[in-house]
């Protein structure tokens, strides 16, 4: 073999090492820019999420609220009949100043 051809055969593994290195350049700038992609996406997604949880939050907030001033409330009606039927049962709403019952007749 003679010294041009072993040259010329350096050149040419030579090219063909740059020709692979680039490819894998290319490659690789393809599956950053993917990788990129998938990143803006994902905090895209993230912020959406975000403010979704924040409005369910806030309506459950409201909810569970509302919820506990109902059951508040019927609470409140509960003990005000159970006070109300215990004053009745017990005839003190009829009962004067003086101890008295109301609407019976006056003692002799």
């Given at each position: 073999?003679?010294?041009?051809?072993?040259?010329?055969?350096?050149?040419?593994?030579?090219?063909?090492?740059?020709?692979?290195?680039?490819?894998?350049?290319?490659?690789?700038?393809?599956?950053?820019?993917?990788?990129?992609?998938?990143?803006?996406?994902?905090?895209?997604?993230?912020?959406?999420?975000?403010?979704?949880?924040?409005?369910?939050?806030?309506?459950?907030?409201?909810?569970?609220?509302?919820?506990?001033?109902?059951?508040?409330?019927?609470?409140?009606?509960?003990?005000?009949?159970?006070?109300?039927?215990?004053v009745w049962a017990t005839g003190v709403h009829n009962v004067g100043n003086n101890?008295?019952?109301?609407?019976?007749?006056?003692?002799?």
């Amino acid at each position: 073999m003679s010294k041009t051809a072993q040259v010329q055969a350096q050149v040419n593994e030579t090219i063909g090492v740059m020709q692979d290195n680039i490819h894998k350049v290319m490659q690789r700038g393809e599956a950053i820019e993917t990788l990129n992609e998938r990143s803006e996406n994902l905090a895209s997604s993230a912020e959406t999420f975000k403010t979704k949880s924040k409005d369910v939050r806030m309506k459950m907030f409201w909810q569970d609220t509302k919820t506990r001033l109902m059951l508040g409330g019927i609470a409140l009606v509960v003990i005000g009949l159970i006070i109300g039927i215990t004053v009745w049962a017990t005839g003190v709403h009829n009962v004067g100043n003086n101890g008295e019952k109301l609407g019976s007749p006056a003692p002799k």
